[in-house]
């Protein structure tokens, strides 16, 4: 994998050495596992009609992870967003597939767990 930032990472995998925590793991480094298939296709032309949500949708049957949450797959989108060679890229288009621009993401990933209730 073509993490960027190891020594983070490595903190990752060490403080999430729980169940809900692991599989976070788990799943993320699956989805950078697909990442690395083909480092120089964007995500959206390698992994069409995948969007970033399918791809931890992927990597949490294909590690047979048991269903994750929503909260639990806007972790896996921020660990793989700040430590891997495209998480800019993948961040991208994960704020995107929510509708959300740069201006209002401000450099960060969107929590798909949070409810707005007007």
Not at 81 to 88: A, M, N, P, T
Request: aromatic content about 8%.
């Amino acid at each position: 994998m073509p993490i960027i930032k190891q020594e983070q990472w490595d903190k990752c995998v060490k403080i999430n050495d729980d169940p809900y925590g692991g599989c976070c793991i788990n799943v993320a480094r699956k989805v950078m596992e697909y990442l690395d298939s083909n480092p120089d296709t964007p995500i959206a032309n390698k992994w069409e009609p995948f969007g970033p949500n399918e791809l931890i949708s992927r990597a949490d049957k294909d590690i047979q992870a048991g269903g994750i949450s929503g909260n639990m797959a806007g972790e896996v989108a921020g660990i793989v967003s700040f430590v891997h060679s495209r998480g800019e890229e993948f961040r991208k288009k994960w704020n995107e597939s929510y509708g959300v621009t740069e201006d209002k993401a401000k450099g960060g990933t969107v929590n798909p767990a949070i409810v707005t209730i007007g």
